[in-house]
């Protein structure tokens, strides 16, 4: 196996272990996390018990186009759609206006209950005839009612009153009474079942009610791109729920349909105001076209323009035939002035219209003939002849008579028709104005028709929308209630008492962990210093056996310290001198237990055959003393050190009678110089002199960070064991200890846990603290 493959397997253990020793921490408290849980299962049980059960019920709708209704094909809207904003439908159904009148509808100012021994749950209507006597806007306040059914009637309590107004014969209709309801029971026997029932009435104000309402009920999307609204409300009645939901449905329904007919009704109403002055003003054109008709001879313009043309032309054609019959007269008068007229024959049918002179000419060319005649066979002289020819001349005479009286007569005539033609032309030549001013009026008199024509179709459009409106919404269901209720939901709250028996203890342990900066065992240890060894974890001993004075003991106290024992040897440095080692008992602060591992290592080393002296070189507290049932200020080290007459081995005790190799020397009377004596070279002395006599001595020396007695006397030793203490030593004094190694201040050093296990610090103390000792030299 490669380094790589090494180290992989290596960090997967070290994973596992850290698992392993998390879940082994959070196990040790197994017993509060089964109280936990039986508490949380047990308060689940309660809440489920004495929790009112509450009803969910739901409708859905859509929101119609309200843009659409009835529109006649010639409206210029008809393919246009109005877009539905689906968050302003919803404000307008949650508007205080819409709840208040579903809330007017259903009278949900009266709430109805059945108190229980343990419950008051609210339901849809009493079990007997209720009717309210008061309108909504006399209830000011909040009121409440408590009825009884008893076997002689009703007992009606207002509020916490407790004087009862009482009802007979369940029908207040015969009972004089001030209060705002009527109760009725059909019969005795209807009301047998409901006997030793109690039922509260509870009136609210009607904004009270309405805010309520409003804050009960929830209005949403049902999802995106829907163009249809759910509607939800819970209560502990599911049938008051449907019947609230149905309520305002049916509101806002009606609501938008009297929108709409609001609107149709007031179109109405202003095209028949629209109509009034729309026909006064077609009156008053229609009269000022009559009057410039009339005033200017006409019907119609193009018809009196064609007529005026005609008569104009009729005129000119007149004229010009009066002319025709002058010039023909004037010829017919040149030919009879001829020298040779009376013989000649005149022109007939030349076109003469008058009748009178063709007459005569006809005449007068009779006579010619007759002439004619006779003078070829009686010849000039003949008197036929001179009397033919007086008679021409007379007929001739008449001829120019006639001429002359026609002619004047054509000339009379001439000048009417000049005339009536220039007044026929001056008519002609007028007709464009006419025709304009009459136009304009026309014009504003079709403006007016057409107005008149599209108010009347929209009329027609808003009358056909008010007769047939739409409804504002498609109901796609009506309110339904669930099944079971949704609060509480039994499986979900035994759930979450389930997880909250799991997570208050474990969040109580980890905050417990997280925020106790005191180490544990060996890993917060080995975290902190490296690798520097660890001799042993030593369990905590509960009781106050804290001595193990039998050499041949079994107990787990024993078997620790004697592996801590065994330990020892492997951080002492090898020699091959047979002089003792000197082993010192250290700590960093009071109550780590130095002093109870330094008792129990030399009885540990002892119950192996080895001599063994126990120091108590803790000159400000010492502590041995009370292992041994020994006074405090006994002859000790401290007499030893001050007193250079005195024999260190005249003060040695035996503590145990089981430990023949085990010795003791006390720290003697408390100095005020420790600091001067264990630095004056007779405690170097004993120590060389306890070598040669002893295997072990194990000397217990004063906490390292509050005094420098142990750091002076340092040198003397073989190796050093550093107390640490589960769940009493700091995490950060660590680095305090890791500094003294780093820098040789202590040979060899190991560290010793102790109280491995253990929840709390037990409760013995050195009394230490910063002000340790006793303000003498250090």
């Given at each position: 196996?490669?380094?790589d493959?090494k ?13 392993k ?21 047990l ?37 246009n ?13 949650k508007?205080?206006?819409?709840i ?31 009717v ?8 000011s ?24 107004t ?38 609210s ?8 309402l ?12 829907s ?37 149709s009704?007031?179109t ?24 410039f008709?009339?005033?200017?001879n ?51 049918n ?17 006579l ?98 008010l ?25 979900n ?73 065994a ?41 192996i ?43 040695i ?65 073989d ?57 003498g030299?250090?």
């Amino acid at each position: 196996m490669n380094q790589d493959q090494k180290s992989m397997t290596a960090q997967k253990n070290d994973q596992g272990e850290v698992i392993k020793s998390e879940i082994i921490k959070y196990l040790r408290y197994w017993y509060w996390f089964a109280i936990c849980i039986v508490l949380a299962l047990l308060g689940a049980y309660l809440y489920l018990r004495y929790t009112p059960n509450i009803y969910s019920s739901t409708a859905k709708i859509k929101i119609l186009d309200k843009g659409k209704g009835l529109e006649l094909p010639s409206s210029a809207f008809v393919f246009n759609r109005s877009n539905i904003n689906l968050e302003n439908e919803i404000e307008i159904i949650k508007s205080y206006r819409i709840i208040e009148q579903a809330v007017k509808q259903l009278d949900l100012t009266m709430g109805f209950y059945e108190v229980g021994n343990v419950l008051t749950t609210e339901i849809n209507q009493f079990p007997f005839k209720f009717v309210k006597t008061i309108p909504n806007d006399s209830i000011s306040n909040y009121r409440q009612y408590r009825i009884e059914v008893n076997k002689n009637g009703f007992n009606v309590f207002e509020g916490a009153s407790e004087n009862a107004t009482l009802i007979g014969n369940y029908n207040s209709y015969n009972v004089a009474h001030d209060l705002p309801f009527e109760l009725q029971f059909e019969n005795g026997e209807a009301a047998k079942p409901y006997l030793g029932h109690s039922y509260l009435l509870r009136l609210s104000p009607l904004a009270g009610a309405t805010r309520k309402l409003k804050g009960a009920l929830n209005v949403s999307m049902l999802g995106k791109g829907s163009d249809l609204l759910k509607l939800s409300h819970s209560s502990q009645s599911w049938t008051r729920s449907e019947r609230t939901l149905n309520a305002v449905i049916d509101v806002f329904n009606r609501d938008g349909i009297n929108d709409r007919q609001q609107i149709s009704k007031r179109t109405i109403d202003f095209i028949d105001e629209r109509f009034k002055s729309l026909a006064m003003e077609l009156d008053s054109i229609e009269v000022d076209i009559k009057d410039f008709k009339r005033s200017n001879n006409f019907i119609n313009l193009e018809s009196d323009a064609e007529v005026s043309l005609t008569q104009q032309t009729m005129a000119e054609g007149q004229v010009f035939d009066v002319e025709n019959q002058l010039i023909i007269t004037d010829l017919l008068e040149e030919t009879l002035g001829a020298d040779n007229a009376e013989s000649d024959l005149l022109p007939a049918n030349i076109g003469i219209g008058d009748n009178n002179i063709n007459g005569l000419i006809d005449q007068y060319n009779e006579l010619v003939l007759q002439r004619d005649n006779f003078a070829v066979s009686g010849g000039e002289n003949n008197p036929t002849i001179k009397i033919l020819n007086d008679k021409l001349k007379n007929v001739k005479s008449n001829i120019n008579a006639s001429i002359d009286s026609y002619k004047a007569q054509l000339n009379a005539s001439k000048q009417q028709l000049v005339k009536r033609n220039q007044r026929y032309a001056g008519q002609v030549s007028s007709l464009p104005l006419k025709e304009k001013l009459m136009r304009s009026r026309i014009r504003q008199q079709e403006i007016k028709q057409t107005l008149y024509l599209f108010l009347l179709q929209k009329r027609e459009e808003a009358a056909i929308n008010l007769a047939i409106t739409e409804p504002s919404i498609k109901v796609v269901e009506y309110a339904l209630s669930s099944g079971g209720p949704i609060s509480p939901n039994s499986r979900n709250i035994y759930l979450m008492a389930l997880i909250a028996g799991l997570a208050v203890p474990f969040a109580a342990i980890y905050g417990f962990n997280l925020l106790n900066t005191k180490i544990k065992g060996k890993n917060d240890v080995v975290n902190s210093v490296g690798d520097i060894p660890i001799l042993a974890e030593l369990p905590r001993i509960k009781g106050d056996k804290l001595v193990f004075d039998n050499p041949t003991d079994r107990s787990v106290q024993s078997e620790a310290f004697r592996i801590l024992s065994a330990n020892v040897n492997y951080i002492l440095p090898a020699t091959d001198s047979d002089q003792g080692k000197v082993i010192y008992c250290t700590s960093t602060i009071k109550g780590e237990g130095k002093t109870y591992v330094g008792m129990n290592l030399s009885l540990a080393l002892s119950s192996i055959n080895k001599k063994v002296l126990l120091i108590g070189a803790d000159l400000r507290n010492p502590q041995i003393h009370s292992y041994v049932a020994h006074e405090k200020n006994e002859v000790g080290l401290s007499n030893f050190l001050h007193d250079d007459s005195s024999d260190w081995k005249a003060a040695i005790i035996h503590g145990f009678e089981k430990h023949p190799n085990h010795d003791i020397l006390l720290s003697g009377s408390i100095p005020p110089n420790p600091t001067q004596l264990l630095t004056n070279g007779r405690f170097e002395q004993l120590i060389t002199e306890a070598r040669a006599i002893y295997d072990y001595i194990i000397v217990d020396t004063a906490p390292t960070i509050l005094v420098t007695d142990t750091l002076l006397i340092s040198r003397l030793a073989d190796a050093t064991i550093y107390l640490v203490r589960a769940d009493y030593t700091e995490k950060n004094l660590l680095e305090f200890s890791k500094g003294l190694n780093n820098a040789g201040k202590l040979k060899n050093m190991a560290y010793v846990i102790n109280g491995v296990g253990s929840s709390k610090a037990y409760g013995y103390s050195y009394n230490y603290g910063y002000g340790y000792g006793y303000g003498g030299n250090e």
